[in-house]
């Protein structure tokens, strides 16, 4: 951005991007105007009075899934987060699912998954605003309500 020379731009950014967007505008918040944040998650695993989508041990199952049987795993996993009611999608998504390498995979959900950046939303300055499904297999509703909660200038759609 600074190589663009751009500044004041709204930032979109799905699941985990929409985290690092909120990070990003805290080191430069100079670059962004507004944060557009599409089925983010601060935390995806169940904490003491949060609800993040997963017991750990759902975690910890899955990424075993994808350490055990990758090919196994990868439809499975398209068919849950897009719905058996769209087989079209779930298809193009378990082949491009298909296109990481294992190993690559595993340490992306490791990260992705394992990760809280609860403590960063109090801090985020720029406006957002949170679009969230109200059935996301991954993150719950509930997780749009925490986060519109601890972000200053946020509206759920």
């Known amino acids: 951005m600074d190589e663009l020379g751009l500044r004041g731009a709204v930032f979109l950014g799905h699941s985990m991007a929409g985290m690092i967007g909120c990070i990003a505008s805290l080191a430069r918040p100079d670059l962004f105007t507004h944060l557009v944040l599409v089925g983010a998650s601060p935390r995806y695993i169940n904490d003491d009075g949060y609800e993040g989508g997963f017991g750990r041990g759902e975690v910890d199952a899955m990424l075993g899934a994808i350490e055990t049987d990758f090919t196994e795993w990868a439809p499975l996993f398209a068919e849950t987060v897009v719905g058996v009611d769209h087989p079209a999608a779930v298809a193009k998504f378990a082949k491009q699912l298909a296109m990481m390498r294992p190993a690559t995979a595993l340490r992306v959900m490791r990260t992705v998954l394992?990760?809280?950046?609860?403590?960063?939303?109090?801090?985020?300055k720029a406006p957002c605003t949170i679009v969230h499904c109200t059935q996301d297999a991954v993150a719950p509703l509930a997780v749009a309500r925490y986060m519109q909660h601890r972000l200053a200038g946020a509206f759920v759609a």
């Open 114 to 124: 394992t990760c809280d950046v609860r403590d960063v939303l109090p801090d985020v």
